[in-house]
């Protein structure tokens, strides 16, 4: 999932220097939301692992 977040930052990034403003702002907003799940379920499986052990 984190490799999905840095792909639509990439493409964010690519098309705010060609000037597509409106893609560039969805893809930001995409990958921030993929880097939040991201660090949500990263931080739940960290708990989930110590209770197991």
Same mark, same amino acid.
């Given at each position: ?8 930052? /990439?493409?964010? %990034?690519?098309?705010?220097? !060609?000037?597509?403003?409106? +893609?560039?702002?969805?893809?930001? &907003? /995409?990958?921030? %939301?993929?880097?939040?799940? !991201?660090?949500?379920?990263? +931080?739940?499986?960290?708990?989930? &692992?110590?209770?197991?052990?």
């Amino acid at each position: 999932m984190l490799r999905w977040a840095v792909i639509f930052l /990439i493409i964010a %990034i690519v098309a705010a220097i !060609f000037g597509f403003g409106g +893609i560039a702002g969805t893809a930001t &907003g /995409i990958a921030k %939301i993929l880097f939040f799940v !991201f660090l949500v379920l990263f +931080i739940v499986s960290l708990i989930m &692992g110590r209770g197991r052990v």
